[in-house]
């Protein structure tokens, strides 16, 4: 049974940090690269960032560069998003996906504001 199980979301200021974290299982973590999306209310869901296998290959949509930072533990079947310098704009519903396989988590709600 494939499970995506995100955490981490919160209340945050505008200026603050978060980290996201999602654990995988059901399938072999390793093999796939791993997506961060977005979606905000009335808006369309967003990619956010992807990550390669082994972590060679790491891209982000240009309003997230230089403030995000996604990584993997192939070890642990987990992808984080480490988000700095947050702004209200940030504030959505962040899922993580597994690129190839279609696989989506429940979310975790990111809210910024002061």
């Known amino acids: 049974q494939v499970q995506l199980v995100e955490s981490g979301g919160g209340l945050v200021q505008p200026g603050g940090s978060l980290r996201l974290s999602c654990v995988a299982s059901?399938?072999?973590?390793?093999?796939?690269?791993m997506s961060w999306y977005r979606q905000a209310p009335g808006k369309e869901r967003e990619l956010v960032a992807t990550?390669?296998?082994?972590?060679?290959?790491?891209n982000y949509t240009d309003s997230v560069k230089g403030r995000f930072t996604i990584s993997r533990d192939d070890h642990k079947n987990t992808v984080n998003l480490q988000m700095n310098n947050l702004k209200p704009e940030d504030t959505a519903v962040y899922y993580c996906?597994?690129?190839?396989?279609?696989?989506w988590g429940q979310g975790t709600q990111v809210t910024v504001s002061s």
């Open positions: 996906y597994t690129v190839s396989r279609g696989y």
């Open positions: 059901g399938f072999t973590f390793s093999n796939y690269a």
């Open positions: 990550i390669g296998i082994l972590g060679l290959t790491r």
